[in-house]
């Protein structure tokens, strides 16, 4: 398991933008990437939000697409910190945020993975 730590959430306007940064304290897995659990969502699987590779593949959940951006710092699995650079956000985006670091991106929700202990994200209309 890997330790990782979130940043940078908080409460803005719709339309706004919010950069939200994990930072594994180890060496981490090959994938990272953050998830989502809105209000309401509890008991509920969290949302896919978006992944990247260790060779800087990326994935985004429809819903995030065009709007959200991650990006990591590091071309290997030490060290590493990603980034989610959200744009245009809307009041749906209100959840708090997991990041989450795994083999690939098919085990991100797996027993194998780890998991940040979340950061509130609030859209106000």
């Known amino acids: 398991q890997v330790r990782l730590v979130e940043s940078g959430g908080g409460l803005v306007q719709a339309g706004e933008s919010l950069r939200l940064s994990c930072a594994a304290s180890?060496?981490?897995?090959?994938?990272m990437g953050w998830f989502r659990q809105g209000p309401g969502q509890a008991g509920k699987e969290r949302e896919f939000?978006?992944?990247?590779?260790?060779?800087?593949?990326?994935?985004?959940?429809d819903s995030v697409r065009g709007r959200f951006t991650i990006s990591r710092n590091a071309r290997n699995n030490a060290n590493v910190t990603i980034n989610l650079q959200m744009n245009n956000l809307k009041p749906e985006d209100t959840a708090v945020y997991y990041c989450?670091?795994?083999?690939?991106?098919?085990?991100?929700?797996?027993?194998?993975?780890?998991w940040g202990q979340g950061i509130q994200v609030t859209v106000s209309a």
């Open positions: 989450n670091s795994a083999a690939s991106i098919i085990t991100m929700r797996t027993s194998d993975a780890s």
């Open positions: 180890e060496r981490t897995y090959n994938v």
């Open positions: 939000v978006a992944a990247i590779n260790v060779g800087n593949g990326t994935w985004y959940g």
